[in-house]
């Protein structure tokens, strides 16, 4: 460990002239963007290995440090904070912020190291299942997207990549749910392969695990009953622990489950599984409007859900809502004793693995991003609203790494409560302030009022999401976040059918339709289509639509502020499903 002479800002200075005296800034850097074996991924685990073996030198001699992807990471990290600290802050502030900051990464490693972190469970509302507060999500670590991909269409090193996320989740971490779905290309048939190998070998126990299988809504009962079977078929599974329809975004997909007609309700299909011992608990996921999940809700149907609602963006991934998103339908879910299940708490809910260096700072010393976006949900019934209390979040892993921070996160939470709960408290604090600086209270307050969305007008411009995100990238500088978010907007308009209605656009949209709506052309005042806009915020919305269009288009040039640039990523290579 660190002696007290031996202070860590030191260290890191020291660590990264190593890593540029050893592999020195030249012509020659090779870029492998599907790998480690490149000149920046490289100069970052010398930094890394160089801090590590003077503050936590067992972490280097523990078997997780075989793995370079985390020394890539911790490389990356912590030479954005050394950046950080060039700023013009004054110095003893400078010093005090950067020396805690590289003390959280210190404590990081340190209880990697330990082999002890294990993630806490809670009872998942009326299932009764003890569900694990962070989840194994399964989009992004399978070979492909595309349908129709059996394991002869795998690479060896794909699979053997899903095997070591899925024993490093169950048998160290204790995160013993696995979500996948019909929808996410190849990953059902490798999951079933990796799952059955592990069953015969002893490795796990099927009954040890929480099983969620997702599929879509179908036009009729008998698609709906054959794509659920080869679900089962590739899972190679006698029973699902969880079973949820899959994107119930638009009133067809409800309609689908329960008003279907002559052509079945898929919902009957459902009901015949769950007789036969195939299915044990039910429920539902939605990137859709607020009064939709709400009316679906309503049912008395479902044992849980999966939705949107994060301390960053919440508005514009949930699809409709005032500012708050699905906050109401996470209080009425509270009320009929339903698991309360995040959808994407760290892209949707903010693209937090890459976050900017403003927000960095602004969560800096006491948490990283990603780690505040996942206390802020897990404690959001102390900090926020205690009737609306959240179970799990789910992290879309592609390594094993990806688990790292919020396994931590998640053994913090239960060991060091108080601590987390006021850290979180703090940085929650700190960015409403930021915003206050940035925007000024009475637009924060009422800049939602008055905006169309094409939801319910037949127009293209999703108004309200639009503005949503001049206030996130105002605030807190989340450009990647916003352009990620825009350029959907920017997709949609290429087939966006100027003789249709808007209804009809988005159902022509069909799975994407829970975030439609066009992007904006700077040249059009909007004056029709903002006529209800307070007459005090008219001149801003406008400018904001010019300032989200300006910086977030695909084809932007404008000279992007220092402090929206990432501060660094903790994806070290392209995972399998994005190099196709």
Known sequence: MVTKNNELSFLVRLAVNEAYTEIPICESATVDPNSNDNTENQRSIVIAKSFISLTCPEFLSSPISHDDDRLVKVGRAIKDLLEAAKSDEEENVKQSRLEASLALIVEECIALASGSIKVPKVQFGKTNLEMPIVTLGCMRFQQSWMPGIKMDGVADDCQENLKNIISYAVKDLGINHIETARGYGSSEVQIGEILKKMFDDGE?????????????????????????????????????????????????????????????????????YIKAGKIRHVGFTSHGRVDLIRRVIETDKFDYANIHYHAFGSYTASGEGETAGNLQNIRLMNEKNMGVFIISPYDKGGRLYAPSRKLRSLTLPDLEPLAYGSSWLWNHGELVDDKAHIHTIVCGAARPSDLDQPAIGAFFHQERREDMIEKTRKVTGRLHQAALDVLGERWMGSWHIGLHNCSFYDEKIQFGQIVGLYNILKAYGMLGYCKDRYGTFEGNSKSWDINLSSKENIEKLGGWGWMPGCDTDPKNDYIIELENVPIENKEQVLEALRFVQKYCSKNCDATIPKEWETAYDMRPWNAYPERS
């Open 204 to 272: 796990i126990k099927r009954e040890e695990l929480i099983i969620q299988v997702k599929v879509g809504a179908k036009s009729t009962a008998k698609e709906f009953r054959g794509t659920l079977e080869t679900s089962f078929k590739n899972l190679k599974l006698n029973y699902v622990d969880l079973f949820s329809f899959h994107g119930v975004n638009m009133e067809k997909d409800f309609d689908f489950i329960f008003n279907n007609g002559e052509n079945g309700n898929c919902y009957d299909v459902v009901e015949e």
